[in-house]
């Protein structure tokens, strides 16, 4: 997994509630069990016409915001299903942080083990960010996970945040759950060697 320390890029403005995992990947999708090919299908009903065409109108096919690394959006972010799909569409996409003022517990707990950071802010500083993010396409800030802030370059835009102390380690290392077995790996070689 790829080690989250500061992530600076184009905030993409997803002014919606309760955005649902079938919203972030159809069903239709969920054929297979490799983390990647997610990517193209992202909203993939609110991205593409029926006729296949790209819908204009969606954020994420817009100029600056189809290489965003940072969607901001609002309350209940990935509710619905428990697929572990919706964080691999994400971050296949190349959206490494999400934040949002609430998230559905199961999908909070996915990003977390794939990678992404879904990072819980006031919603009044959310609104801030969306509202800068929507005036200016090509806005950027920084998530700095080590400082635990977020900011923009003129640090009009300077909010501190809080992160569960191991969440905040795994992600900093780049470590999912079978990274953090690996890390003991010489104990589990020198066990089965005495199991013989």
């Not at 069903?27 to 299908?41: D, M, Q």
């Not at 817009?62 to 994400?90: D, T």
């Not at 635990?148 to 905040?168: G, L, P, S, Y």
């Amino acid at each position: 997994m790829e080690p989250f320390v500061q992530l600076e890029g184009v905030v993409a403005p997803l002014d919606a509630v309760n955005v649902d995992t079938d919203m972030i990947i159809p069903a239709v999708y969920l054929k297979s069990i490799e983390r990647t090919g997610f990517g193209p299908n992202l909203f993939d009903r609110y991205r593409y016409n029926e006729d296949g065409s790209e819908n204009p109108d969606f954020i994420l096919n817009q100029g600056p915001y189809r290489s965003s690394k940072i969607l901001v959006s609002g309350p209940n972010f990935g509710c619905g299903s428990s697929r572990e799909h919706a964080p691999w569409a994400l971050e296949d996409f190349g959206i490494r942080c999400i934040i949002a003022p609430s998230f559905a517990d199961i999908f909070f707990n996915n990003c977390f083990k794939n990678g992404l950071l879904p990072l819980t802010l006031p919603e009044a500083d959310v609104r801030r960010i969306m509202d800068k993010a929507t005036a200016s396409p090509g806005f950027q800030i920084t998530v700095d996970l080590e400082a635990k802030q977020v900011r923009d370059a003129d640090e009009e835009i300077v909010v501190d945040f809080d992160v569960d102390d191991f969440r905040r380690y795994c992600l900093l290392n780049g470590l999912d759950d079978i990274g953090l077995t690996l890390q003991h790996e010489d104990a589990i070689s020198a066990f089965e060697a005495r199991q013989g």
